[in-house]
């Protein structure tokens, strides 16, 4: 089912397997993809919906993922939750390359307690961890 359509954002809700699915074709992160990954996390609390898989494959990598991904995520969700949260992000292999590098440098906050973030370079991969959780 769509949820919100735009011209670089798709956000539909999977009833099968219970995922929000966004997916932004844009050649790189902005504003319009903060209002509807804002919209998306919204969702989840609103349908009570535990997984969202972020389709990013075709952008640039962001500036700073704190900003763009984990901070909306401290923002929405409150400090407990009553069932866990996963979020797959499926970048391509430059992105995923970048983000680990910044993991690994120390470069990244924590997410709330209850949210597991993981990043992917296969939307598979990606599916097949939301189904396994």
Do not use: C
Not at 112 to 122: L, W
Request: hydrophobic share 40%; glycine share 4%.
């Amino acid at each position: 089912m769509i949820l919100f359509q735009a011209p670089e954002v798709l956000l539909t809700y999977h009833r099968k397997t219970d995922i929000l699915q966004l997916t932004y074709s844009a050649t790189s992160l902005s504003m319009s993809f903060e209002q509807a990954y804002q919209l998306a996390l919204d969702e989840m609390l609103r349908k009570n919906v535990g997984k969202l898989l972020l389709d990013l494959k075709r952008n640039a990598p962001p500036a700073d993922d704190e900003a763009y991904l984990l901070e909306p995520l401290a923002r929405t969700f409150p400090p407990t939750l009553t069932r866990p949260v996963y979020i797959a992000a499926v970048l391509s292999e430059g992105q995923y390359q970048h983000q680990i590098g910044s993991y690994l440098m120390g470069n990244t906050s924590l997410t709330p307690a209850q949210v597991e973030f993981n990043y992917f370079t296969s939307r598979h991969e990606a599916s097949a961890w939301l189904s396994d959780n």
